[in-house]
């Protein structure tokens, strides 16, 4: 229990303070702040779950036992599926196209908007462009005159995207 207690202890102070770093600033490269926070999080983690363990008799976990470090891992697992979760849920938000549109014509007018609103608005030159530069910032791609040329990255990128289209039949084969 006491790895449970921590991970969602730990994920929370973690969330708040991903929240507040966004709020601070905005960040390039937003995969690497969650990363690095949760890298940061990590000794949290772990000194928090020492700590309960320590001065909460029903919280006292022997880590010289095989129950004390499956009670450690478990919480770990926890934090790395609430991790999952929340950059997933994080991209959505911060990428989602679908979203994005939906907010816009939640604030138009009577909540409509017509298809040349919503293009004034989210060009698809705009979109385009933008998520091109995503791909380039993050070294999938890089840029030789007018082509673009696919990196290591990229290619190791486009395999593993391509092994999970062929189980889930997504897109052309």
């Known amino acids: 229990m006491t790895?449970?207690?921590?991970a969602f202890g730990s994920f929370t102070v973690y969330v708040l303070t991903h929240w507040a770093a966004c709020w601070a600033r905005p960040w390039p490269r937003p995969s690497r702040l969650l990363n690095l926070l949760w890298l940061a999080f990590l000794p949290v983690y772990l000194a928090g779950f020492l700590a309960l363990s320590h001065n909460y008799s029903s919280l006292a976990v022997d880590l010289r036992t095989a129950n004390g470090v499956i009670?450690?891992?478990n919480g770990l697992l926890i934090e790395v599926l609430l991790?999952?979760?929340y950059?997933?849920?994080f991209f959505l938000l911060?990428?989602?196209?679908?979203?994005?549109?939906?907010?816009?014509?939640?604030?138009?007018p009577q909540g409509r908007m017509k298809l040349a609103e919503i293009m004034r608005v989210y060009s698809?030159?705009?979109?385009?462009?933008?998520r091109l530069g995503q791909m380039l910032t993050m070294d999938y791609w890089r840029k030789d005159g007018e082509?673009?040329?696919?990196?290591?990255k990229g290619r190791r990128f486009a395999a593993a995207n391509k092994l999970v289209w062929k189980l889930l039949r997504?897109?052309?084969e």
């Open 147 to 152: 082509d673009f040329i696919s990196t290591a």
């Open 170 to 172: 997504i897109g052309k």
């Open 83 to 85: 991790l999952i979760g």
């Open 124 to 130: 698809y030159d705009y979109i385009l462009e933008k």
């Open 3 to 6: 790895g449970v207690l921590m």
């Open 71 to 73: 009670n450690l891992l």
């Open 87 to 89: 950059i997933a849920f």
């Open 94 to 108: 911060e990428r989602g196209l679908s979203l994005r549109v939906t907010i816009e014509i939640s604030r138009a």
